[in-house]
């Protein structure tokens, strides 16, 4: 397996063997409508907007991090998964096989939580132990934690984490199934609106790979002088 390309190896981690069958399954047996998806956004939105505020505060295995989103729980970016998780549910009219999944989904993101807990337990001690006993994994609390190492919203972590691209590829998704729902079950045409909407999510698309072009030209011409802010 050593020289098959990363991307080509997490088609065969538990989590994408999950999602795209269940993907696969909406395209062809769900019925999106306006109102499903207002309902689904609701939960969406959410997800995503904490996925990103997460990222922005996070600092991986380098310093604990206790504060943002990690003040009030100690995996928000999975309680964001989760929310967007749910929400494709509502959208897309799969409540049966979407809660299946979700639910074989979180088992095998409990071993995934269980693992990294031992590796932070094993790097911090007793402060990760405190802050394990006061702070949910899942579910926040109401108050933040107050205990730990403090810092600020960082842009440039937010960069780094590329968690823009979740929301360029969510915005997509929801487009396409938009679209399809209009022109193939709904049989309507093309009006202003829908005409706006795909041009937004060509032009999402293009900035992206764009982006991503010149982070790529970027990083080959030379070191990267760019630092965490804090």
Not at 38 to 67: D, F, H, M, Q
Request: hydrophobic share 45%.
């Amino acid at each position: 397996m050593t020289g098959i390309p990363v991307r080509i190896k997490r088609l065969f981690r538990l989590r994408f063997a999950i999602l795209y069958p269940l993907g696969l399954y909406g395209l062809f047996f769900s019925n999106t409508t306006d109102a499903s998806i207002r309902a689904g956004l609701w939960l969406i939105i959410p997800g995503v907007l904490l996925r990103l505020l997460s990222n922005a505060y996070a600092v991986k295995t380098e310093r604990l991090t206790t504060c943002g989103p990690y003040a009030y729980l100690r995996n928000p970016l999975y309680l964001g998964t989760i929310l967007i998780f749910l929400g494709f549910i509502v959208l897309l009219h799969i409540y049966w096989a979407g809660l299946v999944t979700l639910l074989v989904f979180s088992f095998a993101y409990r071993r995934t939580i269980r693992a990294e807990e031992g590796q932070l337990e094993q790097i911090y001690g007793q402060v990760y132990r405190d802050y394990k006993r006061n702070v949910p994994s899942i579910l926040p609390r109401l108050t933040p934690y107050l205990a730990g190492e403090k810092w600020g919203f960082s842009f440039e972590r937010l960069r780094r984490s590329k968690e823009h691209k979740v929301f360029v590829w969510l915005f997509v998704v929801i487009v396409a199934l938009h679209v399809r729902s209009e022109i193939l079950i709904e049989r309507e045409g093309v009006d202003l609106r829908l005409g706006l909407l795909m041009a937004f999510a060509v032009g999402l698309i293009c900035l992206d790979v764009l982006s991503e072009f010149f982070a790529k030209h970027h990083s080959s011409s030379g070191p990267d002088h760019d630092e965490w802010c804090s």
